[in-house]
Structures are given as C-alpha cells and as structure tokens.
C-alpha cells in the first residue's frame, strides 16, 4: 500500500492537485500528519511488562476493568504505526501492580483493575522495558527452565507467587 506522500509523488493528477488546489494541499497535509497513528486502544491479551520499579514511573499507565469485569479484553487489535497498540502488564489492583496508593480510579469495589501501558511495543522497548509475551509455551518453557538452573546451580527457588506483577 502507498502512503499519502507516495501517491502525491507517483500519481501525476494528485500531484497537480496538490500544487495547484490550496483545498487539496491542506487536506492531504493533514492526511500525512495523521497518517499511521494510533486509531485505538486495545490490550495484548497476555503481554506483561517488567520495569525496575512502580510502572507508573517508567511509562505511562491507565487502569480498566479486567475482562472478568466487563471491561477491557484481550485482543491484540492493531492501531498504530508499529502494528501493536497498547500492552496489558498486570492483572489486579493498581496499587499491587505499580507500588502506588489508592488506584481504584473510581472503580466499584471488588472490581479488578488492569494496568495497561500507554505505549505500544516499539515504544516500550524504546523506553528500556522488558516484555513478555506469555501467549506462547517455549516462554513458559523459557522461564521455567531458567528457573530450575538457578535452584540447581545457586540453591535459589524462586516462589513465583512471592513476585509481584
């Protein structure tokens, strides 16, 4: 597919509008400016991000109701220009998942709130995140493996339970 400013300069009657129609050159102008933004919210359906400290520090958040609750799904819906839009990081209350206070945002008690980052993945890489996609089991295989080499080689188990998202 051509973007707006492609087809400006491959398709010789566009480019004439463009030069000669102030209407037109305003409208396209514009067209290129909002050309591959996002055009919605949607959350990785089981995306989890992990920074050094409360989330709410590193990145922009927001908080909505789990799709338990009704409110926010999974989904791994597109919407901007590097083809993924914002990524779910913790499922549970705000406080638990950022280390912040009183993050119910107005939400009805005993609602479970996800924290959804602001940032799609590009941008959560950009900003030095480390992220997991646990849709898939050579993760979970990943993970469990790296765990049972540091029990065997360091005498460490790690209580998963014990972790907060």
């Known amino acids: 597919s051509l973007s707006v400013a492609e087809a400006v300069e491959r398709v ?10 102030p209407r037109v050159r305003e409208l396209l102008d514009y067209a290129v400016a909002l050309e591959g933004l996002a055009r919605h919210t949607s959350v990785h359906a089981a995306g989890v991000v992990i920074a ?3 989330l709410d520090e590193y990145v922009p958040i927001l908080t909505a109701p789990t799709r338990g609750a009704g409110g926010a799904g999974g989904g ?22 950022t280390g912040g206070a009183g993050g119910a945002g ?20 950009q900003a030095g995140m480390l992220k997991f996609d646990f849709l898939g089991l050579k993760t979970l295989t990943v993970i469990h493996d790296a765990s049972e080499g540091i029990r065997e080689r360091h005498g460490i188990a790690i209580d998963w339970d014990d972790i907060g998202l």
């Open 76 to 97: 791994t819906g597109g919407g901007s220009a590097g083809g993924a839009a914002a990524s779910a990081v913790a499922a549970g209350n705000f406080e638990a998942a």
């Open 106 to 125: 107005g939400a009805a008690a005993g609602v479970e709130l996800a924290v959804i980052t602001q940032y799609d993945m590009v941008s959560l890489e």
């Open 52 to 54: 050094p400290g409360p």
């Open 12 to 21: 010789e009657e566009l480019r004439d509008l463009y030069r000669n129609d």
